[in-house]
C-alpha cells in the first residue's frame, strides 16, 4: 500500500513564524510536489522536485521554500507564516517513466491555521 | 495554457442511480488523466488514470473514458450509494511537463 505522510494534520502558527511542513514517502520515487488548496480556487501547485536538490517553482512559490536532502522528503517551508497562508496543504509523489506517468498518490493533508 | 473543468459544481442523486461526472481540458496533448476523491478534510484518493493511448478504465463501479481530441473525460458511477459522497476531482497532466492541473470538483451527494 502506498504511503505519503504528511507529519500533521492539524497546525496552528502565529502571524511571523516560521513554519516547516514535513512529507514523507515510502517508495523510490522521484517527484514529490507541493500543492495548496482554498474553497473556489481549487488545488494550486507551490512547488515541485524531480530529484535530490532538485526543486522547480510551481504557480504560487511566493512567500514559499522547498528542501529536498533524500530522495524520501520533501519539505515546505514558510519562512514568516502571514494569515494568507491559512490553508489545507496537499503532498504528492509520483514517478515519471518518459511518455507514461504513473499514478500521483496524496498524503493526507495538513490544516495550517495562522492567526 | 492548459485550463481543466468540471460540471456540474454540485449534485445530488437518489441511491442506486447512476451517474456521470463531467472533465474537461483546453490543450488536447496530455500525457494523461486521473480521477480522485476527496472526502471532507481530508486528502485525495486515486480513482482511476487513463494514459494518452487510453480510452477508458475500470474499476469496481467506477469506469473512466478519455476522448483526447474533443478534450473531455467523463466518470460513470454506476449503482450509486451514500458511500460515494465526496468532491471528485479529475486533473491531466499536459505533455512536456511534470506537474498536474486540476479541476475544481464536482461535490457529490447520495441520498439514502
Known amino acids: 500500500d502506498v504511503k505519503v505522510t504528511q507529519s500533521s494534520r492539524y497546525l496552528v502558527k502565529r502571524t511571523g513564524e516560521k513554519v516547516f511542513l514535513e512529507c514523507v514517502q515510502d517508495?523510490?520515487?522521484?517527484?514529490m510536489f507541493w500543492y495548496r488548496q482554498d474553497p473556489g480556487l481549487g488545488l494550486r501547485l507551490i512547488y515541485f522536485s524531480y530529484d535530490v536538490k532538485m526543486k522547480e517553482k510551481g504557480d504560487i512559490p511566493e512567500g514559499y521554500s522547498v528542501s529536498r536532502e533524500k530522495k524520501e522528503r520533501f519539505s515546505l517551508i514558510l519562512e514568516s507564516a502571514s494569515t494568507n497562508q491559512t490553508s489545507m496543504y496537499l503532498c504528492?509523489?509520483?514517478?515519471?517513466?518518459?511518455?507514461?506517468?504513473?499514478?500521483?498518490?496524496f498524503g493526507q493533508g495538513t490544516r495550517l491555521t495562522v492567526v | 495554457k492548459q485550463e481543466v473543468t468540471q460540471i456540474p459544481a454540485a449534485l445530488s442523486v437518489p441511491e442506486g442511480e447512476n451517474l456521470v461526472l463531467n472533465c474537461s481540458f483546453t490543450d488536447s496533448a496530455i500525457y494523461n488523466l486521473q480521477w480522485f476523491r476527496q472526502d471532507p478534510g481530508k486528502g485525495l484518493t486515486s480513482l482511476l488514470l487513463?494514459?494518452?493511448?487510453?480510452r477508458e478504465q475500470t474499476s469496481g463501479r467506477l469506469n473512466a473514458s478519455l476522448d483526447k481530441s474533443s478534450g473531455r473525460s467523463t466518470l460513470y458511477i454506476a449503482a450509486s450509494q451514500p458511500g460515494d459522497s465526496a468532491t471528485y476531482l479529475c486533473a491531466v497532466t499536459t505533455s512536456g511537463t511534470y506537474k498536474y492541473i486540476f479541476g475544481t470538483g464536482t461535490r457529490l451527494k447520495v441520498l439514502a
Open positions: 504528492a509523489r509520483r514517478t515519471n517513466r518518459g511518455e507514461m506517468n504513473t499514478e500521483a498518490f
Open positions: 487513463i494514459q494518452s493511448s487510453q
Open positions: 517508495m523510490d520515487h522521484e517527484n
